[in-house]
């Protein structure tokens, strides 16, 4: 029996789509039964509670949870995130409901050993509720009160090997794409690279000491499967600069049918028969593809591997071999001073292809870190270039891209090292109010105002 | 309940302390086809919706079911994913960005015995739990924030929203007959934790009223100064205000035209809260994409400007955006994105076939970006 009545709420049960409501009420059930004899650490009816909770706001059109709180574990500044009810009376089982941050696996990759360990922690100390997973990628645990934080904390680091992840003005849990572990588009290891810079990133990631937050997402190729070019401070997208492979006998299947148009992303509707011109070589965005005598050909000089014929003829045509990664700096949401895309400020990074050794290759992890370290030394470069400038210029809440906005492009290649190139721009600048530097005229700025008026009356 | 201790002693937290560890690392929890393979991957193919075949240079194939998921998942719900994965996948799974669960076989069989395992599976409501879906040319998976089950800003509820959508959009998960993927996006604030702003469709909960000023706390649990430099806008300053009981306390004060609804004071200050029920509610923004495929990543626009929040399942929301999607599955051209087909169509003729009215509110009167998306040639539609 419910405890509380929740018709409004009852309303998101029917319907084809996974119903949140019936979940929780499926939690509830849980625990008010409590087979498995669990001696729950919060209030059992927290899911009950929270049911309730949520069904006032459905009827009031407002929230119901107080302004955060300052909670968390000894020594760490971020990974939990105070809450608090403003009904703690009618709904006492989630009048304190704080959220852990738990540090997700590269590509959400689990062991159903160890979603059980963790949901096993969870139905004892919290409400066994969960995200999976919150939009930064962590793992999010919903629901918990103060005293069972360290509680948490303390099984999580001893027993499963497993951290808390960001929040607050840190580097927060970078997140990554499937990338080479399933998918043939992905230019570098993005599982790899992450997880070294997560690892060599923890004191930033765990002690807030930038103007705000910070974001790595690392894309591997320009498709962009986890959206680094929009909502990441610095964004990777795998990228490569010499020729796509073309296997023109796979091309001719892709010709006469045999081979499904874009890994059969479009057999919902009968679009005709496959039209090479028209699905392919018209859009090329560079116009660099061209179908002769039973022949594709490339001008890769010419071509912005924007993907497109790749994901149209996945079998045919295969990424570069010499590859690497384009860092766009600077994107982020909307607040406060509109939402910015990622801008190109490295082109191109080599990752070299022959240093593919993995962690069971070497004694200790410490090993592989060292090794990846040297593997990894033009990125660790440019990013604590980037910080640097970024804590010494950065108004506190003011997000990397916003810096570069106020000092403009140029001061951030500046501070990377890195030459202005055509690249860098869409179009030149459209005025001529250029910031000249004293040096770059021949002279310098100071002039004797006498010595001019021997050729200039007054 | 009796507290039970993890280990932990309060008296002594740094003893034993473990801290700086990071996640697990990848490779404990990678299935031993994608182990064997990372890195060897040769093409892929979608064998009907939800189900995909990667192919290995050396012929190994893995099959995968994708099904949709809530993000916001009960321990017995997880617990229920592992056993499948128990059952048929060797005890390994793994989740997408947009909150799908993957389950990985090697081979056809397993994967068809695991597709009729899931397809059975449903919630005590009615639902599916595990729906089959989310590939290719067709809608998956909206990725979404907390809304009003657990956060103090939202305009909005963000599962409740995402509910009733993908209710309405459910053949389009479970079909491919889109022109191109068409991505959802949900946040319940300006905040954007879900950075909606480069989404095919964007949901978006939406402020209207400037913040109600709770003088008689405000410079108690407020530091005045970071209150006011919040404001992008610049319209909040320090004031001294008079309370009933004649007391004289410091506070801010707001110029509420120039008052933008952000909620970055909000943020900074708890005393001066936004919520309002009928204030707050849903812009729909469309037109965004993040892929750098044929045309350059582009923000979302908005389209409509205020939707009451219609509880429980936001209707006329739900009907707008089944109207833009049915008008782009008509007008687009194969491989042409939402934002790429109303590029193409003029967005003129996008709010005519969308039969959405537009209003100045559509009109960008925010900062010099603004200027460029007013209209500077002579050529438009009738």
Request: hydrophobic letters at 35%; one cysteine or more; charged letters at 25%.
């Amino acid at each position: 029996m419910a405890k509380h009545n929740t018709p409004l709420l009852d309303e998101l049960e029917s319907g084809p789509w996974p119903s949140f409501v019936s979940d929780i009420k499926q939690e509830a059930d849980v625990r008010a039964k409590n087979e498995k004899g669990i001696d729950f650490q919060i209030p059992s009816e927290a899911c009950d509670d929270l049911l309730g909770l949520l069904e006032l706001s459905y009827k009031d059109g407002t929230t119901h949870w107080k302004h955060g709180g300052i909670v968390g574990v000894f020594g760490y500044g971020g990974g939990i995130i105070g809450r608090y009810s403003d009904k703690p009376k009618e709904f006492p089982a989630v009048a304190a409901f704080h959220t852990i941050r738990v540090s997700q696996p590269g590509a959400k990759y689990y062991t159903t050993e160890f979603l059980r360990q963790l949901m096993d922690l969870w139905q004892l100390r919290g409400s066994g509720l969960t995200n999976m997973h919150g939009s930064t990628g962590d793992i999010v645990l919903l629901g918990t009160t103060t005293p069972q934080l360290e509680e948490i904390f303390y099984t999580l680091t001893h027993d499963m090997d497993q951290d808390l992840g960001g929040s607050g003005s840190n580097l927060r849990t970078p997140a990554d794409c499937i990338g080479q572990s399933r998918c043939e588009y992905a230019c570098y290891d993005t599982q790899e690279i992450c997880y070294f810079l997560t690892m060599m990133y923890q004191d930033e990631l765990h002690r807030p000491a930038f103007p705000y937050k910070f974001k790595f997402k690392f894309d591997g190729c320009p498709n962009c499967c986890v959206a680094s070019i929009a909502r990441s401070d610095l964004s990777f997208i795998g990228t490569w600069r010499d020729q796509i492979g073309i296997d023109q006998a796979e091309v001719a299947k892709y010709i006469d049918g045999t081979n499904p148009a874009n890994a059969g992303a479009h057999k919902g509707r009968d679009w005709g028969a496959f039209d090479l011109d028209a699905e392919v070589l018209n859009l090329c965005p560079t116009e660099c593809m061209k179908y002769e005598d039973g022949k594709l050909t490339i001008n890769d000089k010419e071509c912005t591997r924007c993907m497109h014929c790749i994901n149209v003829m996945p079998k045919a045509l295969k990424i570069g071999k010499q590859r690497g990664v384009s860092l766009l700096a600077g994107a982020k949401a909307p607040i406060v001073d509109g939402a910015q895309m990622g801008s190109l400020i490295v082109p191109f990074l080599e990752i070299d292809q022959t240093m593919n050794k993995q962690l069971a290759d070497f004694e200790s992890e410490e090993e592989w870190m060292e090794y990846l370290e040297e593997k990894y030394a033009g990125v660790v470069e440019v990013i604590e270039s980037i910080w640097d400038y970024w804590m010494e210029e950065g108004k506190n809440r003011e997000r990397l891209g916003e810096l570069m906005i106020r000092q403009g492009l140029q001061k951030l290649l500046e501070k990377i090292g890195m030459e202005p190139q055509a690249v860098h721009v869409d179009h030149p600048r459209t005025n001529p109010y250029i910031f000249w530097k004293e040096d770059e005229v021949p002279g310098g700025w100071d002039r004797d105002i006498n010595e001019y008026r021997k050729h200039h009356a007054r | 309940m009796a507290f039970i201790s993890s280990g932990y002693n309060p008296e002594k937290p740094m003893e034993g302390r473990i801290t700086d560890i990071g996640p697990k690392h990848y490779d404990q929890f990678y299935p031993e086809i994608i182990k064997k393979n990372k890195g060897k991957w040769s093409h892929h193919e979608i064998l009907e919706p939800g189900i995909l075949v990667h192919v290995a240079e050396n012929g190994d194939e893995v099959f995968t079911v994708r099904c949709g998921g809530a993000r916001l998942m009960s321990a017995s719900h997880i617990q229920e994913i592992c056993d499948i994965a128990d059952k048929h996948c060797d005890g390994k799974l793994r989740f997408t960005t947009r909150n799908n669960i993957e389950f990985m076989t090697d081979s056809k069989d397993k994967m068809l015995a695991l597709k009729a395992d899931l397809a059975q599976r449903k919630f005590d409501g009615g639902s599916y739990k595990f729906p089959i879906g989310g590939t290719g040319a067709g809608i998956t998976n909206i990725v979404h924030t907390q809304g009003w089950v657990h956060c103090h800003t939202p305009a909005t509820d963000a599962s409740g929203t995402v509910k009733a959508t993908m209710d309405e959009v459910f053949s389009d998960f479970q079909d491919m007959r889109l022109p191109a993927k068409l991505r959802i996006s949900m946040a319940c604030c300006l905040n954007m934790c879900g950075a909606v702003h480069c989404s095919d469709i964007a949901i978006l909960g939406y402020h209207r009223k400037p913040p109600i000023l709770d003088h008689e706390y405000l410079d108690k649990v407020c530091e005045v100064p970071l209150a006011v430099a919040a404001c992008p806008t610049a319209a909040i300053k320090p004031s001294k205000v008079e309370l009933a009981n004649g007391e004289t306390v410091k506070s801010v004060a707001v110029k509420n035209e120039r008052c933008m609804y952000c909620g970055n004071c909000y943020t900074m200050c708890p005393s001066m809260p936004l919520s309002d029920a009928e204030g707050d509610g849903i812009v729909l923004m469309a037109g965004g994409k993040v892929s750098n495929r044929i045309s350059a990543p582009k923000f979302s626009k908005v389209v409509v400007a205020f939707l009451p929040n219609e509880m429980p399942r936001w209707p006329t929301m739900t009907h707008a955006i089944k109207k833009m999607i049915e008008e782009y599955a008509k007008g687009a051209r194969k491989y042409e994105r939402f934002g790429d087909w109303t590029d193409r169509i003029g967005w003129e003729r996008f709010f005519d076939v969308c039969e959405l009215d537009f209003t100045h509110h559509l009109i960008d009167d925010f900062r010099d970006a603004a200027y460029q998306s007013w209209r500077q040639t002579s050529q438009f539609k009738f």
